[in-house]
């Protein structure tokens, strides 16, 4: 069985910073993209950023400039660093990730989400 377990979630002060993992375990041939999401309140989920297999990231125009996407392949593991974080940030976030279990079929994947709250 495949689990995606994140953390890293928490209270922060407007103007700080954090930084969220997700780790994978479990049968992993390979990982394709991997992504994080957030969903607050009464809104619906949105995609964060994104970093593909070789590197090539992608943000949300709302994260842009304060945030970075990386992954590590040797431990399965994506990371999300996030500054200059505003209260609009506060939302549950989850990672995703497309998992290879051999190497021609993948199947998606999610986190069960942390809770990153902007609040002074």
Do not use: H
């Not at 957030?38 to 994104?50: C, H, I, M, W, Y």
């Not at 209260?87 to 998992?99: N, R």
Request: charged share 15%; glycine share 10%.
């Amino acid at each position: 069985q495949v689990q995606l377990v994140e953390s890293g979630g928490g209270l922060v002060q407007p103007g700080g910073s954090l930084t969220l993992s997700c780790a994978a375990s479990g049968n992993i041939f390979d990982i394709g993209t991997m992504a994080w999401y957030r969903q607050a309140p009464g809104k619906q989920r949105e995609l964060v950023a994104s970093i593909t297999s070789g590197g090539r990231t992608n943000y949300a125009d709302s994260v842009k400039g304060r945030s970075t996407i990386s992954r590590n392949n040797a431990w399965n593991t994506v990371y999300l660093q996030m500054s200059s974080l505003k209260p609009e940030d506060t939302a549950v976030y989850s990672c995703k990730m497309i998992l290879f279990n051999t190497p021609y079929a993948s199947t998606e994947y999610w986190g069960q989400g942390t809770q990153v709250t902007v609040s002074s």
